[in-house]
């Protein structure tokens, strides 16, 4: 087998399993999930995404709605961790954050993030480059959704 393979079958069983984002979501063995069809798209941290700008000073910051100006952490959640694979943006008042959901094609994630176009059925993947996120594209899936007994801040 050439090496350009082994490499390839060796990364390929990484991300299969799981082990490539760190990240490992539980749901409750006891509830049954809400499953529900869903418009999903894809957004990643650039300027386009997530709607920020450099300032003067090459800062990033919003480059509109209230905050306009405003000092943004790029790649921050709205719960403060850092956006990855398996990050969703929802509408909380739908799903709360700590929402567990598993999206066929793209896999497990849990909502942590909003957006201010993601209202109702509809949720936002995050994908680690813009090509990504641009590939996803606009799809409805039915996802199945396990929401959480307790209320994250």
Not at 33 to 42: H, K, S, Y
Not at 92 to 101: K, S
Not at 104 to 131: C, T
Request: proline share 5%.
């Amino acid at each position: 087998m050439k090496k350009e393979n082994v490499i390839y079958l060796l990364i390929l069983s990484v991300l299969l399993s799981g082990c490539a984002t760190g990240k490992k979501y539980t749901y409750p063995k006891n509830q049954k999930p809400l499953i529900v069809r869903m418009e999903t798209t894809g957004y990643c941290e650039c300027k386009k995404c997530c709607g920020w700008k450099r300032n003067w000073l090459f800062q990033p910051v919003y480059a509109s709605g209230p905050l306009k100006g405003k000092r943004k952490e790029v790649g921050i959640t709205a719960i403060g961790t850092k956006a990855d694979w398996g990050t969703i943006a929802a509408d909380t008042r739908r799903y709360p954050f700590g929402t567990i959901m598993y999206v066929p094609g793209y896999g497990w994630g849990r909502v942590e993030d909003v957006g201010s176009a993601i209202k109702g059925q509809h949720i936002d993947l995050f994908f680690p480059s813009h090509k990504r996120a641009l590939k996803w594209g606009r799809t409805w899936k039915t996802v199945k959704i396990w929401k959480p007994k307790y209320k994250m801040k």
